[in-house]
């Protein structure tokens, strides 16, 4: 679109590096004279009608910032020397080339692992590597438990057979407008404060929409946030015991007999076990376990039973409770046996857009791209696999505690290199990163692929790839609405988008790879919606399912739109919602939800909790920084210059330190550098302060790494994984701590 000034207006999606979220919001991107000049929300855009959040706008200091990666790298000192030479894309590839080719000959190509950070569209190119250079362990690795998502959607899929989402009408081009959509008359806001970020697969004003629209609350969280401060009721939980809160409103629920007995007769498996399971979390002792008033929690549970539609909208710390996938599996069974499932204003089920896959989210997913035999073969040497039955069954990763000890101790086979794109394991994810950073370096090869240095890139590798962000690039999105598209606008430097990067890649590894460039993978995912890259650019980067395309939600399993065989019902082995969970039996996991203590606390360890009297909450997103991200980006690091622990009034008493004041945060594992702000949003027995800190002003190579190991947090979280499936455990919201002062 051609505006005044020679300005262009290209509409395109943001999911990918740039914004770094989950999101997928139509934004438009301004450009004069082939440069990005402004970024504006896309009033057409039905998913974020024209909104845009401070990431997005300060897009331009993004692609622009003298600290940007422009041109691959070649390492010429000692690794982590922070001495690095630019070469050609020529070079670089066939470095990378020969070096893959010599790893796969002398040890197999499961010794290279393929890891890659949080969501957004690099595990699509990562995935489509990793699997053409025969690799089986493609890892998000640091991230203990793979507790971001995985565990929520492993537990969906398993006993619903979907993956649901609360219903904000985002399945209706016509939003708040369209008849058949209602209200959610509650929510349940779990474990998260949606208005700041846009979590997986959804805007987080949707649920201010909502609430304008006359949505009452239910917060359930450790912190008071903009959320729980307008909620009907703010149920102020001990983290990591989740699980035992929706037990105890399971119990309310299924002994007042609040639940929807037509839909739990009609549809659901497992009710009698279920209710007799509950039986053993009656509402005192959960009060106990959570914190929580006993009034509270009945309180809520009635309130969230008996108002419908209602749903529920979940965060990450589910998957960081001890047993990730039981505690998803029992919120579920709220909005299962309430009969909010599948109907407008409820938890309706999404599948991707069109039909499109971008990103295989699970082994189905991954079998209709690469195949059964693949697959299996792969599942063969995949680590955890067989371990984890649970690893094997659900999603294609490796499980990332037991890569870094295979890293470490070489069996049952060596790893010899690593391809990290677009992931600051150092800096971000990896519990226990001292653990991670003293592994990897042993590495024969290390790839990355990424925007900046961080303390990763520095520390570890022998190659850098620069990497685009989404106003460079050609790429998809289905997940789960709308279908869209990034489309390039602007070039910067040599950088190349990941999938040009990882198709070239695959290409020079397997003579037999089926793509040649982004363009011919990208039309042939998108034929089964029958249109092309071009056909959704010409639509404005974004299109809707049309109505009375069975990808739109509503009473679906009456329909018989869910299954393959095309009758009604669910796509599990029983056709229904398993309470009583036939996958999880299979794979040897307890098939009703319980609840387990965390690792480390006042009940699991209280001589631990005697010399560390602090639960510590690490993670809450930002609307400033995502993850690791953003540090260098002037207007948005103005805002928070500094990485602060949320202290409450009296703990900061008890422990003599000022508001202002920088302390350590510290443990059995090491002490980290945290600025005090004494805060009445934390609990006295808990602090909050924010993760994966380090500063790109400071020095890169080591020992310095940019002052990760100042700031770090994550370096003094344990692990392994707190979970007998392999999912969910890791200790991000549950490990102890005390602050000390600097001087001490
Ligand atoms: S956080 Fe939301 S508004 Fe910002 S870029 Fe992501 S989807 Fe768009």
Not at 256 to 283: H, I
Not at 337 to 345: A, K, Q, S, W
Not at 434 to 444: F, I, N, S, T
Not at 709 to 727: A, C, H, L, T
């Amino acid at each position: 679109m051609n505006g005044d000034n020679g300005i262009q207006v290209y509409p395109t999606t943001t999911w990918s590096a740039g914004a770094g979220c989950h999101g997928a919001c139509g934004q438009k991107l301004y450009v004069k004279d082939g440069k990005l000049i402004k970024v504006e929300g896309d009033e057409n855009a039905s998913w974020n009608q024209g909104r845009a959040c401070p990431r997005v706008l300060a897009m331009t200091q993004y692609v622009y910032h003298p600290d940007r990666l422009t041109q691959p790298l070649k390492r010429v000192g000692n690794r982590g020397e922070g001495k690095f030479e630019p070469i050609s894309w020529d070079e670089a590839f066939d470095t990378c080339e020969a070096k893959l080719k010599d790893i796969r000959e002398k040890h197999g190509a499961e010794s290279v692992v393929f890891a890659q950070g949080t969501g957004r569209d690099v595990g699509g190119p990562i995935s489509f590597l990793c699997y053409n250079y025969g690799s089986p362990n493609w890892v998000q690795l640091g991230l203990s438990g793979q507790s971001c998502y995985t565990p929520r959607l492993g537990a969906m899929k398993a006993t619903i057979g979907d993956f649901c989402v609360l219903d904000a009408s985002q399945f209706s081009e016509k939003r708040y407008e369209d008849p058949e959509w209602e209200v959610p008359k509650v929510i349940i806001v779990w474990g998260q404060n949606p208005p700041p970020t846009c979590p997986d697969g959804f805007f987080g004003h949707w649920i201010v929409d909502c609430m304008q629209r006359g949505s009452k609350i239910i917060s359930v969280d450790p912190r008071h946030t903009w959320m729980s401060s307008r909620a009907e009721y703010h149920l102020q939980i001990r983290p990591g015991t989740d699980g035992a809160l929706a037990l105890g409103m399971l119990n309310v629920i299924i002994n007042e007999k609040l639940y929807d007995k037509e839909f739990v007769e009609k549809w659901c498996y497992g009710f009698d076990e279920l209710a007799e399971r509950v039986q053993q979390y009656p509402v005192d002792k959960v009060s106990k376990i959570t914190w929580i008033p006993e009034e509270l929690i009945i309180e809520a549970a009635r309130l969230y039973a008996t108002a419908k539609p209602a749903a529920i909208q979940w965060g990450v710390p589910i998957c960081m409770n001890p047993e990730g996938t039981t505690v998803a599996q029992a919120i579920t069974q709220l909005w299962s046996i309430t009969g909010n499932i599948d109907v407008p204003g409820g938890n309706v089920i999404a599948r991707p857009s069109h039909g499109v896959t971008t990103y295989p989210y699970s082994t189905e997913e991954l079998v209709g791209l690469y195949g059964q035999e693949l697959v299996d073969k792969l599942n063969k040497v995949r680590i955890g696999c067989n371990d984890y039955p649970m690893v094997k069954g659900f999603r294609g990763w490796a499980q990332p505690d037991m890569v870094i000890d295979q890293i470490n101790n070489g069996k049952p086979y060596p790893i010899k290199g690593a391809w990290i794109q677009t992931a600051n394991i150092l800096g971000g994810q990896a519990a226990r990163a001292r653990l991670h950073y003293e592994a990897l370096k042993k590495l024969d090869f290390v790839v990355v692929v990424d925007l900046f240095h961080n303390p990763t890139s520095m520390a570890l590798a022998d190659i850098v790839l620069p990497a685009a962000t989404f106003a460079e690039k050609e790429s998809f999105r289905s997940w789960w609405v709308p279908l869209g598209v990034m489309q390039k606008t602007v070039q910067v430097g040599d950088c190349k988008s990941d999938w040009e990067i990882n198709i070239e890649m695959a290409n020079r590894l397997n003579p037999n790879c089926k793509y040649k460039n982004p363009r011919e993978l990208i039309n042939d995912r998108l034929s089964v919606a029958n249109v092309t890259f071009d056909d959704v650019v010409k639509n404005g980067s974004q299109m809707m399912p049309p109505e009375g395309d069975p990808s739109r939600p509503y009473r679906r399993h009456e329909k018989g739109l869910l299954r393959a065989d095309g009758k009604p019902g669910f796509t599990t082995e029983t056709g229904k919602v398993e309470l009583y969970c036939k996958a999880y039996e299979s794979w040897g996991v307890d098939p009703l939800p319980f609840f387990r203590e965390p690792a480390q606390g006042p009940v699991s360890t209280p001589e631990l909790f005697e010399k560390y009297p602090l639960i510590m909450i690490t993670g809450a997103r930002s609307h400033l920084f995502f993850h690791s991200e953003h540090r260098g980006i002037p207007w948005l690091r103005e805002k928070n210059p500094e990485p602060y622990v949320e202290v409450h009034p009296e703990t900061a008493k008890e422990f003599g330190v000022y508001d202002g004041e920088w302390i350590h945060l510290e443990n059995d594992m090491g002490k980290v550098k945290r600025k005090v702000r004494i805060s009445l949003r934390v609990h006295p027995k808990m602090v909050h302060t924010l993760h994966s800190w380090w500063k790109p002003e400071l020095k890169g190579s080591e020992p310095d790494l940019f002052g990760v190991w100042d700031y770090q947090i994550n370096q003094i979280v344990p692990g392994p994984q707190d979970s007998d499936s392999g999912f969910g455990g890791g200790q991000y919201k549950t490990t102890l701590c005390r602050l000390a002062k600097i001087n001490d």
